[in-house]
Each structure stands twice: as C-alpha cells, then as structure tokens.
C-alpha cells in the first residue's frame, strides 16, 4: 500500500517503527513556514560566548525574550505608569490600543525568529505595555517640558537613563517599529508644539539616540529613512551608518595580512579624522589615510556588537562585519592606538591603550573575512602597494629619525657641512702635497 510517504507493504504496518514514521510524517506536514517578517532574532551563540553582557537586558525588558526575567521586573511598573500617561496624554481608552494590538497579534509573532510561548491576552499585554513605555520615554526626552509633570523615575536620575538607553540598543530586547507607529498619533498627543513639524517614531527615535551615542549620523542617510523601511531601533541604528555607496565589485582583497598603523606609520603614510562621519568612510589617498573618528568605550562594544548580530542574521551586505575587520587589522597593539589618538581619530574614554587595543580586537571575534566581497578590499590592497614601496620606507624612517625637529635638521646639516669640507679639506692636502712632490719642469 502506498501512501504520502512511500510505499508501505502489510509487513511495513505491523512494523513497529510505523508510530514514528507516522508521528515525524506529521510533525513535518505541520510544520509553519518560516516568517518573511523574522528580524527579531537571539544573538548566535559564537558572538555571545565573546562578551555575553553586551546582549543581555540589564535594567528594562522590551518584548517577550527577556520578559519576567527576575532582576528586570523593578521596571515593570515604572512601565504602567509611563502606559497610564500615555493614556491620559492621548485621551483614548485602554481597549482602543488593545484592539490594535490584537489586530495585529500575528504579525507581530511572525517577527521573532522563534515561537513565543506566552498566551494571546499575555503577550498583548506585553507589547502594549513596551510600547507605550517607549513612546512615551520618546516623548518625554523630546518634550523637556513635559519631564516635571510626572514624579518620573528616569528623568530624575540621570544613571537610569543611561541603562535603559544601552537596553533599548540590544538585538533580543526589541519590538517591532510598525506597532509604535500603529499605537503613535501625532494629532491625539497633548504636547507643547515644536516648530510646527510632525512628529514621527523616526524622528523621535533619532533625537533621542543622538544625544546618546558616541559617533552621529549622516545627514544623507537619515533622509533615506523612512519608518516602513525600518524593522526595530537595532535596524534603525544600522541604517543610520550604512554607507550608501555600495561596495566596489572589480577590487579583490589579494592579502589579508593589511599593515598595521604603527607599520604603516614606518612606511610614512600620514594620517587624518575623516570630517565626514560615517564609519564607513574610510579613504586612502597620495599617502594619506583619513579615518571617521571613533571613540573606544563599552557602550560603543555594546553598540557595534549588537548591529552586528542583527546584520549576520538579517542582511547579506556585511558592511559592520568588514569594519571590525579593517579595524582590527589596522590595530593590533597600544602602540598603534596611541597613534590613532594622537592624530584624533580615536578618543579613547577606556583611558588605557592597552585596554583599547584589547576591545578592538574583540569587536571582530565572530566576525568573518570574505576577500571576494570584502567592503575595503581597495583601501586594504592599496595600503599594502604603499608599504612594499621601499622608497616610502627609506623617506619615512630619514624623516622620523632625522628630520623630525628643527634641531634634528640642524644637526643633520651641520653634519653634512663637515663631511663636505672634511672631504674638500683631505682633497686639498692631497692636492697639496701632490703638487709639492712634483718634479719641477
């Protein structure tokens, strides 16, 4: 007898594998298909084993992976609270933003990347309590006004702020932007007016990340963005920095050993804070390598990790991975940040070399190197032709330990100078005393 799984003769029945065929023949045809929507995912374990802080809520939750975990639950209520202003703010019952909410319940579990097993009526509640919070939060720093109407637990203390920022920034601690923007109307908000624009989850969202992170974004990019384009605040940031220029499909990275910036120093490549602000804007030209200024801090560790996890997961454009490569080749010891400090491109608020030297490193475990596809594989291949140029290393190294002061030239010609008449007076004598010895005609 045949059937959706084979051919199975009376002996196959009887069989008493049969039950498990028939059980995993099941399980396989019920199977859902996997979600368009996935852009909420857990950080793979190969980056997390590398720094298992940067990805873990430490003050607030936000969503359902980190829901009810014991040391986040003090935040619960603040989280009501900012819900019950909400309300008031907007004048609209507790059931219009549920029924949102439940609307739209199935597009919003399709989002995480795996089964979210708290019920319909707990996990409605969850979100509508997360997002309000946080388009309140969003208010509240938009709105400085507003921040004295309430007894607020955040705003009053700086410290609180700051931990709740650095949560908002992680991979596993989001929520979709769409239900912000479904739960958000500009024209329900009772809120001082500000020069007549409207307001946006986009534009809040911006204004209150920028204040807060320790490189800005570009104006160009910021224009490209627009709310349906965006997934959740780990996707916003990303699109923040993401260069517009795509990658460059004729250069091939030929070496991965790119010299290092003490190396390249020896070789007499100069250096230079990129004035644009994008990251990724790295530039390599007549002997100059100018590089966006970066500050070295953890929260710049926990940013970059967590828009890292999110692109190796979501994206096929490595653009983050690529960069910690670069940087991670470029520095490799405390000599090589002094450098890039001394030249302002970094600020290094970890105050030790060796501690910056070490986080850089860090940044690109888990990282990989694609040669065929690698973002700065022209910037890469044309500081290696620079370096193997013997002429480059015989100027730098006369000029750094020759010509690096005023005195040293000094010295440096001084020295010249009495050689040169050493050697003009031993040809004088030598012309001398040939003359003498000569027999007269």
Known sequence: MENEFGDHSQNDIENPSTPLVISLGLELENLSPLSSKRSIYRVPGRLRVVNEKAYTPQVVSIGPLHHGKQRLKAMEDDKKRYLSAYLKRTDVLLQYYIDIVQEKEAELRSCYAEPIGFSSDEFVKIVLVDAAFLIELLLRNYFREIQDEHDDHIFNKPWMLQDIWSDMRLLENQLPLFILEDLFDPQRISAPSHDGERLSIIKLSHDFFKELMHFEATEDNLKCISSSGVEHFVDFLRKIYVPLKPKSEEVKLKSLNVPSITELHRAGVKFKARSNN??????????????????????????????????????????????????????????????????????????????????????????????????????????????RTSWHKWRANLKQNYFHTPWAVVSVIAAVLLIILTIIQAICSVVSVTVKDSPPH
């Open 278 to 387: 994008n990251l990724f804007d790295i530039h390599f030209s007549k002997g100059i390598l100018e590089i966006p200024k970066l500050t070295i801090s953890d929260e710049t560790e926990l940013t970059i990790r967590n828009l890292l996890a999110f692109e190796q997961c979501h994206y096929t454009n490595n653009y983050l991975n690529d960069y910690v490569v670069i940087i991670d080749r470029l520095v490799n010891t405390p000599k090589d940040v002094d450098l890039l400090v001394k030249y302002g491109i970094v600020e290094n608020r970890l105050g030790d070399s060796s501690q910056g030297a070490t986080l850089i490193n860090k940044l690109a475990d888990g990282a990989t190197l694609d040669s065929n596809n690698f973002y700065f594989a022209e910037v890469s291949e044309n500081l290696c032709d620079y370096c």
